[in-house]
Protein backbone atom coordinates (compact mmCIF):
# COMPACT_ATOMS: atom_id res chain seq x y z
CA UNK A 1 0.00 0.00 0.00
CA UNK A 2 1.11 3.36 -0.70
CA UNK A 3 0.56 6.43 1.07
CA UNK A 4 1.72 9.91 2.42
CA UNK A 5 2.83 10.11 5.18
CA UNK A 6 3.68 12.87 7.87
CA UNK A 7 7.79 13.60 8.20
CA UNK A 8 7.60 12.02 11.61
CA UNK A 9 5.93 9.16 11.38
CA UNK A 10 8.15 8.09 8.18
CA UNK A 11 11.18 9.06 10.62
CA UNK A 12 9.88 6.64 12.72
CA UNK A 13 8.81 3.97 10.74
CA UNK A 14 11.90 4.18 8.47
CA UNK A 15 14.77 4.81 11.68
CA UNK A 16 16.07 7.83 9.90
CA UNK A 17 16.51 11.44 11.45
CA UNK A 18 14.15 14.20 11.21
CA UNK A 19 17.05 16.07 10.32
CA UNK A 20 18.40 13.52 7.71
CA UNK A 21 14.71 13.71 6.30
CA UNK A 22 14.81 17.32 6.16
CA UNK A 23 18.35 17.00 4.20
CA UNK A 24 16.76 14.49 1.82
CA UNK A 25 14.24 16.76 0.92
CA UNK A 26 16.83 19.31 0.45
CA UNK A 27 18.70 17.98 -1.89
CA UNK A 28 15.51 16.38 -3.18
CA UNK A 29 16.57 12.47 -2.71
CA UNK A 30 12.65 12.34 -1.58
CA UNK A 31 9.52 12.21 -3.26
CA UNK A 32 7.45 14.64 -1.32
CA UNK A 33 4.56 17.47 -0.84
CA UNK A 34 3.80 20.49 1.04
CA UNK A 35 0.43 20.41 2.79
CA UNK A 36 -0.62 23.22 4.65
CA UNK A 37 2.86 23.98 5.58
CA UNK A 38 3.84 20.37 6.74
CA UNK A 39 6.22 18.03 4.44
CA UNK A 40 4.52 14.66 3.59
CA UNK A 41 6.83 12.22 2.00
CA UNK A 42 6.06 9.72 0.05
CA UNK A 43 5.92 5.68 1.25
CA UNK A 44 5.38 3.39 -1.33
CA UNK A 45 5.19 0.88 1.90
CA UNK A 46 2.93 2.88 3.99
CA UNK A 47 0.05 1.34 6.20
CA UNK A 48 -3.26 2.29 6.72
CA UNK A 49 -2.32 3.89 9.87
CA UNK A 50 0.11 6.33 8.50
CA UNK A 51 -2.04 7.06 5.44
CA UNK A 52 -2.18 10.78 4.95
CA UNK A 53 -5.58 12.61 3.39
CA UNK A 54 -4.81 13.83 -0.50
CA UNK A 55 -5.37 17.69 -0.29
CA UNK A 56 -6.42 19.72 -3.19
CA UNK A 57 -3.69 22.61 -2.03
CA UNK A 58 -0.62 20.49 -1.73
CA UNK A 59 1.93 20.24 -4.20
CA UNK A 60 4.10 17.44 -5.36
CA UNK A 61 8.04 16.90 -5.42
CA UNK A 62 9.40 14.32 -6.48
CA UNK A 63 12.89 13.55 -7.91
CA UNK A 64 14.34 10.50 -9.34
CA UNK A 65 16.35 9.08 -6.71
CA UNK A 66 13.75 7.94 -3.91
CA UNK A 67 14.68 7.53 0.15
CA UNK A 68 13.73 3.95 0.04
CA UNK A 69 16.34 2.89 -2.66
CA UNK A 70 18.56 4.30 0.02
CA UNK A 71 20.85 2.15 2.40
CA UNK A 72 18.85 2.28 5.44
CA UNK A 73 20.82 -0.03 7.44
CA UNK A 74 24.25 0.92 6.42
CA UNK A 75 22.89 4.19 8.41
CA UNK A 76 22.21 2.08 10.94
CA UNK A 77 25.70 0.29 11.41
CA UNK A 78 27.33 3.54 11.09
CA UNK A 79 25.37 4.54 13.73
CA UNK A 80 26.16 1.81 15.55
CA UNK A 81 30.11 2.82 14.87
CA UNK A 82 28.81 6.25 16.14
CA UNK A 83 27.85 5.17 19.53
CA UNK A 84 30.57 2.54 20.02
CA UNK A 85 33.04 5.28 19.33
CA UNK A 86 31.52 7.71 21.78
CA UNK A 87 31.63 5.20 24.51
CA UNK A 88 34.93 4.64 23.63
CA UNK A 89 35.97 8.15 24.06
CA UNK A 90 33.63 8.97 26.92
CA UNK A 91 35.98 6.14 28.53
CA UNK A 92 39.00 7.91 27.73
CA UNK A 93 37.47 11.32 28.72
CA UNK A 94 36.76 9.55 32.73
CA UNK A 95 40.42 7.93 32.72
CA UNK A 96 42.02 11.20 31.93
CA UNK A 97 40.21 13.16 34.38
CA UNK A 98 40.92 10.57 37.06
CA UNK A 99 44.80 10.78 35.91
CA UNK A 100 44.68 14.12 36.30
CA UNK A 101 43.05 13.99 39.38
CA UNK A 102 46.23 11.82 40.99
CA UNK A 103 48.68 14.14 39.12
CA UNK A 104 47.02 17.19 40.75
CA UNK A 105 47.49 15.35 44.03
CA UNK A 106 50.96 14.36 43.57
CA UNK A 107 51.33 17.99 42.71
CA UNK A 108 50.10 18.87 46.23
CA UNK A 109 52.12 16.19 48.50
CA UNK A 110 55.36 17.70 46.40
CA UNK A 111 54.58 21.04 46.97
CA UNK A 112 53.92 20.61 50.68
CA UNK A 113 57.15 18.33 51.28
CA UNK A 114 58.94 21.23 49.26
CA UNK A 115 57.41 23.76 51.58
CA UNK A 116 58.10 21.70 54.88
CA UNK A 117 61.86 21.47 53.90
CA UNK A 118 61.88 25.38 52.90
CA UNK A 119 60.96 25.84 56.47
CA UNK A 120 63.53 23.23 58.30
CA UNK A 121 66.57 25.09 56.13
Do not use: C, K
Given at each position: MSAWVPLMDYAVKK????STLRRYIKLQKVKY???GGKYL???DEAE???AYPPSSSSSVHSSP??????????????????????KKLEASLQAAQ???SELKMLVSLYEDQLHSR???L
Open positions: GVSIRIDLWDARFAVFNSLPVQQQSLEEGAYLQRIEEIART
